[in-house]
């Protein structure tokens, strides 16, 4: 416990500092620390290697080594972009924000049934719940209690400022359908391994155990589904994009649908991580099925 205590300690001086320093002075800490990462401390690089590898087969040795290193350092970007960002309010920092589709989302909106936005760990996927609490004040996710309590409390603390409401995972599936029937925004990641409990689709044409969570839910009590993503443009601004609203329907058995809706899901995902590899979260282990 007093490990936790430290790391939590070090974090919130990390925090402290990352704050004193305009956002592209930030972002040099931040590719430091993804440098510092990718050729020393190599946290998880051998799980990132492999998965390039499996991903783009046609990639030579020099390429999937740059796209390693450009990897680990979109990460540092993250991390340091959610210490700089998440004590501020979205007025504050508008100039490095973009929206668009967000008529989507009104749309969504609009039938009074709520609207889950689905997503995954790709650009700056904790900015795009900060926006998203800042624009419509009631956004929902269920969070995942991390090994450290000190830490889990601080960063859960620094979303709920944001207008983020964290459903616990034990009444996750209540409190997602209680946010519906009240019309409010629930964010979904949906590109984690699922486990025994996924469904199986194909993500970079090869099997992926992927949580069914938001095909069943909008199946199950027809609430909308827009897919989001929040991605970093080179000259260090973010653009928050939202697709046409989705509306789930059973036409031949729910099985079935779930599995269609949820590889349609995950396609989205797909196109986008293509567009920008070296922005999706490639140090999970994806493909566990």
């Given at each position: ?6 790391e939590t ?33 190599k ?18 040795e ?9 990897i ?6 993250v991390a340091?972009e ?5 004590p501020?309010?979205l ?25 889950i936005?689905?997503t ?10 900060q ?5 419509t004040?009631k956004?929902?996710?269920?969070a ?12 859960n ?40 409990s996924?469904v ?7 099997p ?5 969570g ?16 929040c ?15 989705i ?5 031949t ?18 196109n ?18």
């Amino acid at each position: 416990m007093f490990n936790y205590y430290i790391e939590t300690l070090l974090f919130r001086i990390l925090f402290k500092i990352i704050n004193l320093f305009s956002l592209p002075a930030a972002r040099r800490i931040g590719r430091t620390l993804g440098l510092l990462n990718f050729r020393i401390v190599k946290v998880r690089c051998a799980v990132v290697k492999r998965q390039l590898k499996e991903a783009y087969p046609t990639k030579s040795e020099k390429e999937i080594y740059e796209l390693i290193r450009e990897i680990n350092i979109s990460f540092g970007y993250v991390a340091v972009e959610f210490c700089w960002f998440s004590p501020k309010r979205l007025e504050s920092f508008d100039q490095f924000i973009q929206f668009k589709g967000l008529e989507h989302l009104n749309e969504a909106l609009s039938h009074n049934k709520g609207c889950i936005i689905f997503t995954g760990h790709f650009g700056n996927w904790e900015l795009a719940a900060q926006l998203l609490g800042n624009l419509t004040k009631k956004v929902y996710a269920v969070a995942k209690k991390q090994k450290n309590p000190f830490f889990d409390d601080f960063v859960n603390n620094l979303r709920e400022s944001n207008f983020v409401h964290l459903i616990p995972m034990k009444i996750a599936l209540r409190g997602i359908v209680t946010a519906t029937k009240e019309n409010k925004v629930i964010l979904m990641l949906g590109d984690q391994s699922a486990g025994k409990s996924g469904v199986r689709a194909q993500f970079f044409n090869m099997p992926a155990s992927t949580n069914p969570g938001t095909a069943k839910i909008a199946l199950k009590y027809h609430v909308p589904v827009v897919f989001a993503v929040c991605y970093r443009l080179h000259n260090g601004t973010f653009v928050m994009q939202f697709e046409k609203p989705i509306y789930p329907k059973v036409t031949t058995s729910l099985d079935e649908e779930v599995g269609k809706y949820t590889q349609l899901f995950t396609s989205k995902l797909e196109n986008w991580v293509k567009k920008y590899p070296n922005q999706w979260f490639w140090f999970h282990r994806r493909w566990k099925v």
